[in-house]
């Protein structure tokens, strides 16, 4: 069955640092990848959508890449900041079906 | 602000009871999405419409039932409430009708307590 693996341990850095997002996933070929941001108790953001035949993509702090030979996503976040907090979110479609989401990994980035 | 407003906030009630959830999806959008969401499940796809139509079905309980209205807003009904009901569930919507390059915009979830 089609599977998403997040790191369900939290991941904490310190401010300024580069932090770094893995997802991956199993018997599933998506066309489409998705990272969202969640906060306690709120719906999930949007961050940012990749495509099967992009490698890399970015806006302003975030950049995500997709290699569908390792069947893994990065995302990472550079110069972070304590409001970068929160739960982060990998999504995949297979460009037909609905979104299927990751479990998520919680990132602390503390002063 | 998501444009997406789920109604109620926070809902407690007691095994055997029947709820319902509301949604009003971004303004234009035709999709709604319904997810649960428990601590140990993660994000979980429930059911879609779109324009009024089911469009594709997840995990969904047969206790568990949606509608989208004319007005496009949907409602998720929830029967025969069991202690594992307790829950967030969020709507989304987005433009288009399935799961292409399709950013989905979340509401700010009801929270479902049944004691």
């Known amino acids: 069955s089609q599977k998403i693996e997040q790191n369900s341990e939290a991941l904490n850095i310190q401010e300024g640092k580069t932090a770094t997002l893995t997802c991956n996933y199993t018997n599933y070929s998506p066309a489409y990848l998705q990272w969202y941001r969640q906060d306690p108790g709120r719906g999930p953001v949007f961050l940012l959508l990749?495509?099967?035949?992009?490698k890399e993509k970015r806006k302003e702090r975030l950049k995500v890449t997709f290699d569908t030979t390792l069947k893994q996503s990065l995302f990472h976040i550079t110069a972070s900041q304590p409001a970068d907090s929160a739960t982060y979110l990998c999504a995949l479609t297979s460009g037909y079906s609905t979104l299927t989401f990751g479990k998520g990994t919680m990132l602390l980035v503390s002063p | 602000d998501s444009g997406v407003t789920q109604t109620p906030k926070h809902l407690i009630t007691a095994t055997g009871q029947r709820v319902t959830l509301r949604c009003s999806p971004r303004s234009g959008d035709l999709s709604v999405y319904w997810y649960q969401q428990s601590l140990d499940q993660g994000l979980q796809f429930l059911i879609q419409?779109?324009?009024?139509?089911?469009?594709a079905k997840g995990n969904i309980l047969e206790r568990f039932s949606a509608q989208q209205f004319p007005d496009l807003h949907s409602e998720l009904n929830l029967s025969s409430l069991e202690l594992g009901d307790s829950a967030l569930y969020f709507c989304?919507?987005?433009?288009?009708?399935?799961?292409?390059?399709?950013?989905?915009?979340f509401g700010p979830g009801t929270r479902l307590t049944v004691l």
């Open positions: 990749i495509r099967e035949n992009e």
């Open positions: 419409y779109y324009n009024g139509e089911e469009r």
């Open positions: 989304a919507s987005s433009v288009l009708p399935s799961g292409g390059p399709n950013e989905q915009f």
